[in-house]
C-alpha cells in the first residue's frame, strides 16, 4: 500500500505536470534571435557517431557541430527549428577570467546546429526571452569540443597568467551563414540529413526559415511542455524531492 503522504505528494506532482500540460505559452515562448548578434560558447563531448536531438546522421558528428540553448533551438526535447541551421562562430572574449583574456588572434568555426542543450537553474543555456543569462546573452552555443574537425588549440589562452588553459566560457559573435556553401560537412553527402530509422529526427541540409525547409518544434506539435524547476519548487511537498531538472515525465 502507498503511503498516504506519499501519495499526496505524487498527486500533487502530477496536477502540476497536467496544469503545465494545459498552459501552451510554457511550450511556445521561443527566443526570435536575429540571423546576426552576440552570444555565449560553452562546450561539450559528443561521442563519435552519436545521433543527436535533431536526429543528424552520425557523420555529422566528424565535422563541426554545437547544440543551441533550449528557448532559441525551439523546442524542449526532440527536433526544434534550429535543427540544422549553420553559424560562423567568432571568440571575442572569455567570460571567465579575471581580468577578462582578449585573444590576439581571430578565432572562428562555422557549425551546424545538431543538438538541443537543456535550460535548467542557472545553466548557460537557461536564457528565456524574458531573461538572458549571466552573461546578458540570450543565445548559448555549446560547441562538440574536443573534436576531430577542431583544431585543439581553437581556444586560445594565457597560462602563465590565468594557471589554466581552458576558460570554458566565451563572449562571441554569430553570423548565419548558408550550410551548403559554408559549413565543412556539406560537401560530403553522408553528413547531411536526417537518419532513417524510423525515429523522429528531422535535420535539414540547408533551412532557410521556409516552412518547406526548417523543423517545427517537435514540444510543440506533441504537447509537451517546459516546465521551470524554481515552479515545483514552490510547492513545499517538491522542496526536497524534485524531477529531473525541468522536466515532468509525463511517459
Not at 602563465?160 to 556539406?186: I, K, R
Not at 547531411?192 to 526548417?214: E, F
Not at 514540444?219 to 529531473?244: C, E, R, T
Request: proline share 10%; glycine share 8%; hydrophobic share 35%.
Amino acid at each position: 500500500m502507498i503511503p498516504v503522504p506519499l501519495l499526496v505528494h505524487t498527486l500533487h506532482f502530477w496536477l502540476v505536470c497536467l496544469l503545465s500540460v494545459s498552459t501552451p505559452t510554457l511550450a511556445t515562448e521561443w527566443i526570435d534571435y536575429p540571423d546576426d548578434g552576440t552570444a555565449t560558447l560553452t562546450h561539450y563531448t559528443l561521442p563519435d557517431g552519436y545521433i543527436a536531438a535533431c536526429g543528424c546522421t552520425g557523420a555529422s558528428t566528424q565535422y563541426p557541430t554545437a547544440a543551441m540553448s533550449q528557448y532559441a533551438y525551439g523546442s524542449s526535447t526532440g527536433y526544434g527549428p534550429s535543427c540544422g541551421r549553420c553559424f560562423k562562430i567568432t571568440l571575442l572574449d572569455s567570460y571567465t577570467g579575471t581580468p577578462p583574456f582578449f585573444p590576439n588572434v581571430t578565432k572562428s568555426v562555422v557549425v551546424k546546429v545538431t543538438d538541443l542543450c537543456p535550460a535548467g537553474g542557472a545553466g548557460w543555456c537557461s536564457a528565456t526571452p524574458s531573461k538572458p543569462n549571466q552573461s546578458g546573452k540570450y543565445i548559448n552555443f555549446d560547441l562538440a569540443w574536443p573534436s576531430a574537425a577542431i583544431p585543439n588549440d581553437f581556444f586560445p589562452s594565457d597560462q602563465a597568467l590565468y594557471g589554466y588553459t581552458d576558460f570554458g566560457v566565451w563572449n562571441v559573435s554569430y553570423q548565419s551563414v548558408d550550410c551548403l556553401t559554408d559549413w565543412a560537412g556539406a560537401k560530403h553527402a553522408a553528413a547531411l540529413g536526417s537518419v532513417d530509422d524510423g525515429s523522429s529526427a528531422c535535420c535539414p541540409a540547408n533551412p532557410t526559415g521556409s516552412a518547406n525547409d526548417t523543423c517545427p518544434s517537435f514540444s510543440d506539435d506533441n504537447g509537451i511542455p517546459y516546465v521551470p524547476i524554481h515552479l515545483l519548487a514552490q510547492w513545499p511537498p517538491f522542496a526536497h524531492k524534485l524531477p529531473q531538472p525541468g522536466h515532468c515525465d509525463l511517459r
